[in-house]
């Protein structure tokens, strides 16, 4: 089994700040890793996704994460944070090695606000 | 660039109804899948189709029922509704190589009054 805890369900930052949201895992196979974000009444949309090689992951709006196997995570990060970043920030994990379509197991979201 | 296309985008059904609600995948991805989000929850898989066989499934109520069809387009069956089955239903779709990184719908929102 697998499961996604995300700390924080609210996190504010100041624009032009740093954005750090978190995410831990626990897989019992290699997983395969992803962020989503969601604005209001709009479906998710994929920021970066980890699935072999290079830990550290760059992903579209200036986002990166970088996987920690030691410590099950896979924190999403953003060196300066823009208005528009504001939306509810989903971790998700998959069964890396696993065949077929299996589904993901998202976690309960960040609901991120950027003040200005 | 094509997306994943669902339909209806707004449903309203009253207890104990039946829905259906439809999902057409990015052209040549083979495989969909089913997230049923409630109200400030997260999404939560319900069913996934690869090839037009059911390939996994998740927390989805025996009231409910999928299929993917011969054009690759799914429908997810919804009967006896009830108010707590009211939510955003995403569809997502994907391809062999893209390593599950798939593309959702803008969903269907469904109330059940």
């Known amino acids: 089994a697998q499961s996604v805890t995300q700390l924080g369900s609210h996190v504010s930052v100041s624009e032009g700040a740093l954005v750090l949201l978190r995410c831990n895992y626990s897989?019992?196979?290699?997983?395969?890793l992803f962020w989503y974000v969601q604005y209001p009444n709009q479906g998710l949309q994929l920021l970066l996704k980890y699935t072999t090689g290079a830990t550290l992951v760059k992903g579209i709006n200036g986002f990166e994460a970088e996987f920690k196997k030691s410590e099950t995570s896979f924190h999403l990060t953003k060196p300066s944070a823009h208005m528009s970043d504001a939306a509810e920030y989903f971790c998700?994990?998959?069964?890396?090695?696993?065949?077929?379509?299996?589904?993901?197991?998202f976690g309960k979201g960040t609901h991120l606000i950027i003040q200005p | 660039a094509a997306g994943v296309i669902q339909s209806p985008r707004h449903l309203i059904k009253e207890k104990r109804e039946t829905a259906t609600l439809k999902c057409y995948p990015i052209p040549r991805h083979d495989t969909v899948y089913w997230y049923q989000q409630g109200p400030g929850q997260d999404p939560q898989f319900l069913i996934s189709f690869y090839e037009k066989m059911q390939s996994d499934k998740g927390s989805i109520p025996d009231r409910f029922s999928a299929q993917q069809f011969s054009d690759y387009h799914s429908e997810l069956n919804m009967s006896s509704l009830e108010l707590g089955d009211s939510a955003l239903y995403f569809c997502?779709?994907?391809?062999?190589?893209?390593?599950?990184?798939?593309?959702f719908g803008s969903g269907t929102r469904l109330t059940v009054v």
């Open positions: 897989s019992s196979v290699p997983p395969y």
């Open positions: 997502a779709s994907s391809s062999p190589g893209q390593g599950k990184g798939y593309t």
């Open positions: 998700a994990v998959s069964e890396g090695s696993g065949g077929g379509a299996d589904g993901l197991t």
